[in-house]
């Protein structure tokens, strides 16, 4: 066990385009510049009930944007698609750990491409069995909806997973990232934060404003006071 506290790590703030337009992705890409990183959801219909995009378009995006690309794969088979992600040059590919076959072996198929490896739970799903592997990852996603949709409402009952793994990514030495994704806005953003999140996915918040840099600008002074 790590007996130093780990020095906090700086708040990001990752939109995802769920609720973009998806006509006009690049324009939608455009404003959002300020961003720490551009959230990508894709989903398979089989996974979640809920069908986005695949490897084309979201190869598409990386060519139109210089953010780095978060994807987050809610599909079936995450084994045999997310190296693919991967070597499109996306910072971070994550993978679902119910859908996960060998976490520990894709993880590590991941950074051997390049890319920074997560792991997403969804909110009924235990972080003890887990916690092992957590060596293995850059990032772990705790989500605070039902993977699916956007414009869902926050689930409190998430809140203590968050203590428990920002106690085990401390004792870790609190290199890696712990990040929440479903109802984050102004109002929920501050109680993940004290319960430890540190990289924030907010979908509908961001892109049902009039000026979405201005509304990551928000969500970032209210993490910073
Ligand atoms: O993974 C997701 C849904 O499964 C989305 O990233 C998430 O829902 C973002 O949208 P919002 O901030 O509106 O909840
Ligand atoms: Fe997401």
């Not at 995009?53 to 060519?63: A, C, F, H």
Request: glycine share 8%; hydrophobic share 45%; net charge negative.
């Amino acid at each position: 066990m790590n007996t130093s506290t780990p020095s906090p790590r700086t708040p990001c703030i990752h939109p995802s385009i769920l609720n973009a337009d998806f006509a006009n992705l690049a324009r939608e890409l455009s404003r959002i510049s300020t961003a720490d990183a551009v959230h990508v959801d894709v989903m398979d219909n089989h996974f979640v009930p809920n069908l986005t995009m695949g490897l084309p378009v979201v190869e598409s995006l990386r060519k139109a944007t210089d953010l780095p690309m978060d994807i987050h794969l809610m599909i079936e088979d995450p084994d045999q698609w997310a190296p693919q992600y991967a070597e499109l040059g996306c910072e971070s590919v994550t993978f679902h750990a119910e859908a996960a076959k060998a976490p520990v072996r894709l993880a590590r198929e991941l950074h051997a491409r390049g890319t920074k490896a997560a792991m997403a739970l969804k909110p009924a799903t235990g972080i003890d069995q887990y916690l092992d592997m957590l060596g293995e990852l850059d990032m772990v996603l705790l989500m605070t909806v039902e993977p699916g949709f956007g414009g869902q409402a926050f689930l409190d009952l998430v809140l203590p997973k968050i203590r428990r793994a920002r106690r085990a990514v401390d004792d870790l030495g609190g290199e890696i990232a712990i990040q929440i994704d479903g109802g984050v806005n102004a109002e929920t953003i501050l109680r993940a934060a004290e319960a430890g999140a540190d990289t924030f996915v907010a979908g509908s918040a961001v892109y049902s404003a009039e000026d979405p840099d201005a509304a990551i600008a928000d969500l970032r002074g209210l993490l910073t006071g």
